[in-house]
């Protein structure tokens, strides 16, 4: 017997899922992968235009590259609070610590979280909500 077959059949599936999601990562399905923004200088405003970034964080990576110098790698980011290893990595194809800053609008951040969003909680039937 041999399993190259059911092998082949478990991966290729498996594969496709993965490439399907690295396609629908905002920075390569929308063409913004050549985007980035500068964190060692880009202002509060610029900063604001990552995903997930307001006006707080922000200013608090302004206020660490203030305190502590430039970023040597786009990595040095998540030493600001608010900033750990999940936004990291939706903030990852936007960052760069050198070269110009080339986004011009802010990028959405919806369905970033995985939440209901927008949807009211069901409802229990009439007659559940009745007693006997």
């Given at each position: 017997?041999t399993l190259r077959?059911?092998?082949?059949?478990?991966?290729?599936?498996?594969?496709?899922?993965?490439?399907?999601?690295?396609?629908?990562?905002?920075?390569?399905?929308?063409g913004d992968a050549?985007?980035?923004?500068?964190?060692?200088?880009?202002?509060?405003?610029?900063?604001?235009?990552?995903?997930?970034?307001?006006?707080?964080?922000?200013q608090r990576m302004?206020?660490?590259?203030?305190?502590?110098?430039?970023?040597?790698?786009?990595?040095?980011?998540?030493?600001?609070?608010?900033?750990?290893?999940?936004?990291?990595?939706?903030?990852?194809?936007?960052?760069?610590?050198?070269?110009?800053?080339?986004?011009?609008?802010?990028?959405?951040?919806?369905?970033?979280?995985?939440?209901?969003?927008?949807?009211?909680?069901?409802?229990?039937?009439?007659?559940?909500?009745?007693?006997?």
């Amino acid at each position: 017997m041999t399993l190259r077959p059911i092998v082949r059949a478990l991966v290729v599936p498996v594969l496709g899922l993965s490439l399907s999601g690295i396609a629908a990562h905002p920075a390569v399905a929308e063409g913004d992968a050549q985007k980035t923004v500068n964190i060692n200088q880009a202002s509060a405003a610029e900063l604001q235009r990552l995903p997930r970034v307001g006006a707080k964080l922000a200013q608090r990576m302004v206020a660490h590259r203030t305190d502590h110098g430039p970023f040597k790698r786009v990595e040095d980011v998540m030493e600001v609070k608010g900033v750990g290893e999940k936004m990291f990595a939706s903030l990852k194809p936007y960052l760069t610590v050198s070269g110009q800053t080339t986004l011009a609008a802010k990028v959405s951040s919806a369905g970033s979280r995985g939440g209901r969003r927008g949807k009211s909680p069901q409802k229990k039937p009439a007659e559940a909500q009745t007693k006997s």
